[in-house]
């Protein structure tokens, strides 16, 4: 049983967490190789990443941007590992890297799929123009692994999870998903569908690279959009539905009639809503209300378009 650790990047710092990961190799016999997967950087950054390899750690240069699924996928391709480890480019380990890898090697036995979640820093970001993003990392996405076990297939990511390579080989990422968003709620599904079981450990990492409101309220349509979109094209939207919390809401919101009245008021009050949440002190109740009506919206544009169910 062995692990590979992939980590997917495209123009971001991650000398220091190559560096703490790579002194696990050869002092943990199960852990064997680091795989950087360079997804279109510019030539310094990737000149950067070049310079780490040797040693156990390898980088995959994609000259062009291919996006989040496709890099995944190609850096699993080249891994050597039993045991496919993913995480996120812009993370930090809130312990020793020993410690990290020691919690996947003794999880394994467990389950075929675990997730070990994510962290954000206690105290706020010094920038204001962050914390919408920290707020909300803080109370929707932080969350200790006997709660997410509750919901595992809701509470997946692939921030920071470790999956059996054979089932990573007959699921894979839908290269398909172009722009940002949702990719993970897509490959849970697959998950359920297929009967295979996700556990959620306590072996967070810390989620560094925090957008500034703006950029987050942009990754936040492009998400929901997204969403709407995979909602048309799942066969079973039952199980889909079961994992996404926005979807849950929604079905209950279009028994009671109320989907069109929240598009109508996404339409009339969205640059209001978008001013009182690009804010120092945003408020995660009004960011949830903004997402809904906000999905009720595009769920009305899809709607009018013959969308054929494929996954």
């Not at 989040?68 to 930090?92: Q, S």
């Not at 172009?178 to 993970?184: N, P, S, T, V």
């Not at 939207?237 to 979807?247: C, D, H, I, N």
Request: with cysteine.
């Amino acid at each position: 049983m062995t692990i590979s650790l992939l980590i997917p990047v495209c123009d971001y710092d991650i000398v220091a967490i190559v560096h703490s990961m790579r002194s696990c190799i050869g002092n943990i016999p199960e852990f064997v190789e680091i795989l950087i997967g360079d997804d279109g950087s510019t030539e310094e950054n990737r000149t950067r990443y070049m310079s780490l390899e040797g040693d156990g750690v390898k980088v995959i240069v994609s000259e062009k941007n291919i996006g989040r699924a496709a890099i995944r996928n190609k850096l699993a391709l080249e891994a050597k590992g039993d045991y496919l480890l993913f995480i996120d480019a812009d993370t930090m380990i809130p312990g020793t890297a020993e410690a990290y890898i020691t919690k996947w090697v003794k999880a394994i036995p467990s389950a075929r799929v675990i997730s070990g979640g994510v962290l954000y820093h206690e105290s706020p970001p010094g920038d204001p123009d962050k914390m919408l993003r920290w707020k909300y990392g803080r109370k929707r996405e932080q969350r200790k692994a006997s709660e997410r076990n509750k919901r595992p297939y809701a509470a997946f990511s692939t921030f920071n999870v470790l999956i059996e390579k054979s089932i990573f080989s007959k699921l894979r990422f839908n290269e398909d998903i172009k722009q940002y968003g949702h990719e993970d709620t897509l490959f849970s599904y697959q998950l359920e569908k297929a009967e295979i079981k996700i556990l959620h450990i306590d072996n967070g990492l810390i989620h560094e690279g925090l957008e500034s409101n703006r950029d987050y309220l942009n990754k936040t349509r492009l998400g929901i959009e997204n969403l709407s979109m995979l909602y048309d094209n799942v066969t079973d939207k039952r199980t889909f539905s079961s994992s996404v919390a926005m979807l849950r809401i929604y079905n209950v919101l279009r028994v009671f009639r109320l989907t069109l009245i929240l598009a109508g008021i996404f339409v009339r009050y969205r640059e209001r809503m978008e001013i009182k949440i690009d804010s120092s002190n945003p408020s995660i109740l009004l960011f949830g209300v903004y997402k809904v009506s906000m999905f009720c919206t595009y769920r009305e544009i899809h709607g009018r378009r013959k969308i054929l169910p494929i996954f």
